[in-house]
């Protein structure tokens, strides 16, 4: 037995050895390079440099206050959606439902950078089909780009578009998977479509849903390409700011490796800190 581990473990070295440098090695570099100042040559260990910086830092506060936003927000507003549109998919009644499927996924694979310029041309001011819209039922035009609650509703907007259709085949996955003998019983009792929704479907896609609760959370933390390209890097004036884009800022413009290694770390802590506090608060009672 003792051989065949071995002989296993000596398969899996070369795999390991890339995990290690590619993987472990960088996580363990950054987590020690947020103890430096790396603004000055030679770097030098200094502890409450980047750590002190971030506790009094207005930019750091205004991109967590817009993270947290999003995720109040969007996030249920997505799943809610998904779940609406997981239940559409998995009727009898829908016709050719592997085609809505793909239409539901689709939005996953379209390339971003392409996405997000449809997006600017659909919510421009002057010529974008969403102005147009309001007009034709008699309201003003919005000007999506400049103001900073409108520009944070397109965020949204933007990322539920994406992102809700990927959550609804998860959940559809979940919902097939629940025995039909539970359904036929509850009809048998004259148990209404919709108590069933509430008392059967949704206590045992429980689990699917804090499963897709908890990779919104992730990438709602590390949220990053619709603030850059659609509202211009964080605009108006940093009111789309996110924790992404601030240690995109910090790292790669002005080259603050050690204050973006320091966000990074705090953006990973703090989603870990939500995710556990949920699955806290939606564990089965014993």
Do not use: H
Not at 81 to 94: D, E, G, I, K, T
């Amino acid at each position: 037995m003792r051989n065949r581990n071995a002989t296993a473990y000596r398969f899996l070295t070369p795999y390991l050895l890339i995990f290690a440098i590619f993987w472990v090695w960088p996580i363990i570099s950054s987590f020690m390079i947020s103890f430096q100042a790396t603004r000055t040559v030679p770097w030098r260990f200094a502890p409450s440099f980047n750590w002190g910086r971030l506790i009094g830092d207005p930019a750091f506060f205004n991109a967590l206050k817009n993270t947290l936003l999003i995720l109040v927000i969007q996030v249920p507003v997505m799943i809610s959606l998904a779940l609406v549109m997981a239940v559409l998919l998995n009727s009898p009644l829908l016709k050719a439902r592997g085609l809505y499927r793909f239409a539901f996924f689709a939005p996953v694979v379209v390339g971003e950078v392409a996405y997000s310029a449809v997006f600017r041309l659909m919510f421009n001011l002057d010529f974008g089909i969403i102005n147009k819209l309001l007009n034709s039922v008699g309201l003003p035009k919005i000007d999506w780009f400049s103001n900073v609650t409108p520009a944070m509703a397109l965020i949204m907007i933007a990322v539920t578009w994406r992102w809700a259709g990927y959550n609804a085949i998860i959940l559809l996955a979940g919902m097939q998977s629940i025995p039909e003998d539970v359904y036929e019983a509850a009809t048998l009792d004259r148990v209404s479509k919709l108590k069933q929704f509430f008392y059967i479907t949704l206590p045992l896609l429980k689990p699917v849903i804090v499963f897709c609760l908890v990779l919104s959370i992730i990438g709602t933390m590390q949220l990053f390409t619709e603030p850059f390209l659609i509202t211009e890097r964080g605009g108006p004036g940093g009111g789309t700011e996110t924790l992404g884009l601030l240690l995109y800022r910090q790292g790669f413009r002005s080259l603050n490796f050690g204050y973006a290694s320091a966000v990074a770390y705090t953006m990973a802590g703090l989603a870990i800190a939500i995710t556990l506090a949920q699955l806290w608060l939606t564990r089965e009672p014993k």
